[in-house]
């Protein structure tokens, strides 16, 4: 038990050290933490057996664990359970209550993304509940857009178009469940949160790198702030449901700054990234060699074992 905490908590620190400018190199690299996490136990199986001689009373030291721990990981895994839940069911709620798109609205979709009208009007919907886009983790992945949305300049829905539908095509509310799960199973560790939240930050940015394409970054930075400001004003009207904003006023400025980064900077990280990917590739090896399994020959046993099998009284054998 041990073995695997301080193992998954050194992988989550290393994970972390990919730079932001990495762009989707880092968010692969969080997912991929999260997954080998998970199944490190399963590979540390894979290395062969070590044979130990066990120690008297060293499972003693450690049988205090399970007694106190497992009981209040499992309370604190049952609460995290609860408050998902509960997001998951008002996302559904919130689609439940949207409304299909008027004629007006698949037009100007349909000029941005340039899907079928029968797609737009399965997977883009809108509700007046909302003052923020919203990618919903459904299946198949749709979107939910403000009420009057289509009074928004042309270049600001382009951007929100754009933005939303990257994450419908890489599934990020769907895999934002399942990294929200793995957060809650590490509910003690913070390493696991700010895994999380990086992992959110990165599926941002890729969104926000969709959404510019060959426009000029500046501009939608600027709508990004104009769109903030707003949505200051009807904050108390968002609908908080498990799913990626497209815009945000959480780390607006990281947003921003990593967006409008030149190029010069993100060649300068990049042996850092790669130090880090082979940093993590070894670190896993590593720990799934320490947690190998272990055979213990006890002498002890073995001894008590020989005098059984061995006749009680040698002398009358004959």
Not at 204 to 228: K, M, T
Not at 240 to 260: E, V, Y
Request: glycine share 6%; net charge positive.
């Amino acid at each position: 038990m041990l073995w695997f905490i301080f193992s998954s908590t050194w992988l989550m620190a290393i994970a972390l050290l990919v730079p932001r400018q990495a762009g989707w190199i880092r968010r692969r690299a969080l997912e991929a933490a999260v997954v080998l996490i998970l199944f490190l136990p399963v590979l540390s199986q894979c290395f062969p057996k070590v044979i130990a001689h066990a120690k008297p009373g060293l499972m003693g030291v450690t049988s205090w664990l399970p007694a106190w721990g497992m009981a209040l990981w499992i309370l604190g895994v049952l609460i995290g359970a609860v408050i998902g839940l509960k997001q998951y069911q008002l996302a559904l709620l919130l689609k439940r209550q949207a409304r299909k798109l008027a004629p007006d609205e698949v037009t100007c979709i349909q000029q941005t993304l340039r899907l079928d009208e029968q797609t737009i009007m399965d997977r883009i919907l809108v509700n007046e509940r909302i003052a923020t886009p919203m990618a919903l983790p459904s299946n198949p992945g749709s979107v939910v857009l403000p009420e009057g949305w289509l009074q928004w300049s042309p270049r600001l829905q382009r951007a929100i178009l754009k933005h939303e539908w990257h994450h419908v095509d890489q599934h990020d509310a769907l895999m934002g469940c399942f990294m929200r799960g793995f957060a809650i199973l590490f509910w003690f560790n913070p390493l696991a949160w700010n895994l999380t939240a990086a992992w959110v930050a990165a599926c941002e940015h890729e969104a926000d790198l969709a959404a510019v394409c060959n426009d000029d970054p500046v501009s939608y930075a600027d709508d990004l702030l104009a769109f903030a400001r707003k949505q200051s004003s009807t904050a108390n009207q968002t609908f908080h449901a498990q799913g990626l904003p497209a815009f945000t006023g959480s780390k607006l400025g990281q947003r921003i700054a990593l967006l409008l980064s030149n190029q010069g900077s993100r060649s300068r990280c990049l042996w850092v990234t790669h130090l880090s990917l082979l940093t993590l590739i070894l670190s896993l090896l590593g720990c799934a060699w320490l947690g190998r399994p272990i055979a213990y020959s006890d002498s002890m046993r073995e001894e008590a074992a020989t005098r059984l099998s061995a006749a009680a009284f040698p002398a009358d054998a004959g």
